[in-house]
Nanobody
Framework: QVQLMESGGGLVQPGGSLRLSCACSGSIASFNIMGWYRQAPGEQRQLAAV???????SYADFVKGRFTISKDNAKNTVYLQMNSLKPEDTAVYYC?????????WGQGTQVTVSS
């Protein structure tokens, strides 16, 4: 059973940075795609960033230029470096992975941007 475990969330001031990590219980090399979604209170879950098996990233417009997704196959971990954080980035961030028709989700990590 694939397990994804996020870490690195917390409280940060506007303009600050956080680095989220998503550790997988098994190899991530077999996933077609991995990524990060986020969900703010009362809103739908939305895609923030994804990375393909070859390492090509893609970003939602609202994080372009501020967030960077990366992965380390040797550590079976995906990262989301978040810079220049804004209050509107406040949300629960979820890691996900997809392999053919199967998708997997982590439990989420809270990110709060507030002064």
């Amino acid at each position: 059973q694939v397990q994804l475990m996020e870490s690195g969330g917390g409280l940060v001031q506007p303009g600050g940075s956080l680095r989220l990590s998503c550790a997988c219980s098994g190899s991530i090399a077999s996933f077609n795609i991995m990524g990060w979604y986020r969900q703010a209170p009362g809103e739908q879950r939305q895609l923030a960033a994804v990375i393909g098996s070859g390492g090509t990233p893609s970003y939602a417009d609202f994080v372009k230029g501020r967030f960077t997704i990366s992965k380390d196959n040797a550590k079976n971990t995906v990262y989301l470096q978040m810079n220049s954080l804004k209050p509107e980035d406040t949300a629960v961030y979820y890691c996900y992975a997809a392999r053919f028709r199967d998708t997997y989700w982590g439990q989420g990590t809270q990110v709060t941007v507030s002064s």
